[in-house]
């Protein structure tokens, strides 16, 4: 056998045959070369039989398959030139694989989509014949609706013309007739009597209001005018006889103060030792409230 053959038969081989024949020339078993590779001895005898897990990195392989041919003397170039033309012929098929599940992939995605967009008219064309049913219904309803308001007026026009045709009574006696209408003048006049006695009522209302209408102004309470002077700030809070707030929080000091209202007054003070009040142009005594306290009390002063 020439030197041309033999590479040939090596080419042929792959690394796995190539090993495995090896490691049986030198008399070695499968757990043999297990415990010096560190691995296990389903995975030397997978890499004999070439079949290799694809969570596996090609790396990896190519490493165990290195530490294998040195272990047994083999030429590391040889095997590493056999499992790549290996590798090679395996990615080819996985390459029309992958493509295949692409093309499967979007088939179904295509059904899906086809899927879709048949339920979404269906639902459209729902929708349009409910709103039609929705439509017809409420025509349906306006129509009784506007011939039961025209037959009103027929109804009207029927009655008057049944009420023309009834037959004229002849005329009665004169003493009849005088009898029949005296009771009707009686009518009249106690019908109109109850309409004029409301409007002599209501011309006695007026009157009297517009009466006691002076007396009224005539007792509502003077305003009166008070006056505060602040020498320092204080919290003041004052209300009138009619329950308006005429002044409320703090005043600075310095300031004076007007203010008018219906007394009596409801007066309350933080600091009532910095404030003097003239109550109707008289000066209102403020010594005998307590200094550093609250002070509240009524204008005029009780």
Not at 19 to 43: H, P
Not at 175 to 204: F, G, I, W, Y
Not at 227 to 244: H, Y
Not at 248 to 263: D, E, I, L, W
Request: with cysteine; proline share 6%; charged share 20%.
């Amino acid at each position: 056998m020439t030197d041309e053959q033999v590479a040939e038969q090596t080419q042929a081989m792959g690394p796995g045959q190539m090993l495995r024949e090896a490691r049986v020339a030198k008399g070695l078993t499968v757990e043999d070369v297990a415990n010096r590779l560190n691995l296990k001895s389903s995975n030397v005898q997978d890499l004999e039989a070439e079949k290799f897990d694809e969570r596996i990195s090609v790396t990896f392989i190519r490493g165990y398959y290195k530490n294998y041919a040195k272990l047994l003397d083999v030429p590391q170039a040889d095997v590493q030139q056999a499992f790549d033309a290996l590798n090679a012929a395996k990615q080819e098929p996985a390459k029309l694989q992958s493509f295949s599940r692409k093309v499967a992939k979007q088939a179904s995605d295509d059904r899906l989509m086809m899927v879709s967009y048949v339920i979404l008219a269906i639902i459209l064309a729902l929708v349009v014949v409910w709103w039609l049913q929705q439509s017809n219904t409420s025509a349906t309803e306006t129509v009784p609706a506007s011939s039961t308001v025209t037959s009103a007026p027929q109804t009207k026009a029927s009655e008057q013309s049944e009420q023309s045709e009834q037959p004229v009574q002849p005329d009665a006696p004169l003493e009849e007739q005088q009898v029949v209408e005296q009771p009707s003048l009686d009518v009249v006049a106690s019908e109109d009597t109850p309409a004029a006695e409301p409007q002599l009522n209501d011309d006695t209302t007026v009157q009297a209001a517009e009466a006691s209408l002076p007396e009224l102004i005539g007792e509502l309470p003077a305003q009166v005018e008070l006056v505060f002077q602040f020498s320092a700030d204080c919290w003041v809070n004052i209300m009138d006889a009619t329950g308006e707030a005429i002044a409320f929080g703090v005043k600075k000091a310095g300031r004076t103060m007007p203010v008018s209202g219906v007394p009596p007054f409801e007066i309350t003070l933080g600091a009532p030792d910095v404030v003097q009040i003239q109550y109707d142009g008289e000066a209102v005594d403020m010594t005998g409230f307590p200094k550093g306290r609250t002070a509240k009390f009524n204008l005029p002063l009780n």
